[in-house]
Nanobody, 130 residues
Framework: VHLQESGGGSVQAGASRRLSCVLSGIPYRRLCMAWFRQTPGKEREAVATIDGDGASNYADDIKGRFTISRDNDKNTLWLQMNSLNPGDTAMYYC?????????????????????????WGQGTQVTVSS
């Protein structure tokens, strides 16, 4: 299984950026997919999740600015990021969870993400300057 992110880079505050993640190696349609971000010295945090039917949830600090979406025919996940600010500077990771009837597709504030993510991408850096 391989997740390949792309789209990171350096932008000015107020700009937009779209991250992509392509998954290969397992069936994509039923996976719960998520975007995480991490800064040095901090825990990796979930920012957005989306289930196989397209239902999405967002962390409070990015709600209204970021949009997660997916194309099940292209095995692709996106994160559209608008109105970026320096606080959004981080390494961004996509993640995949195998179908789990009892767990479903958790919201970003789920407390135990590290225990349930099955596959991680390698990350793509987003740097926002003021």
């Amino acid at each position: 299984v391989h997740l390949q992110e792309s789209g990171g880079g350096s932008v000015q505050a107020g700009a937009s950026r779209r991250l992509s993640c392509v998954l290969s190696g397992i069936p994509y349609r039923r996976l719960c997919m998520a975007w995480f971000r991490q800064t040095p010295g901090k825990e990796r945090e979930a920012v957005a999740t989306i289930d196989g039917d397209g239902a999405s949830n967002y962390a409070d600090d990015i709600k209204g600015r970021f949009t997660i979406s997916r194309d099940n025919d292209k095995n692709t996940l996106w994160l559209q990021m608008n109105s970026l600010n320096p606080g959004d500077t981080a390494m961004y990771y996509c993640a995949a969870l195998l179908p789990d009837i009892s767990l479903g597709c958790p919201r970003p504030d789920y407390s135990n993400w590290r225990m349930i993510v099955d596959y991680w991408g390698q990350g793509t850096q987003v740097t926002v300057s003021s």
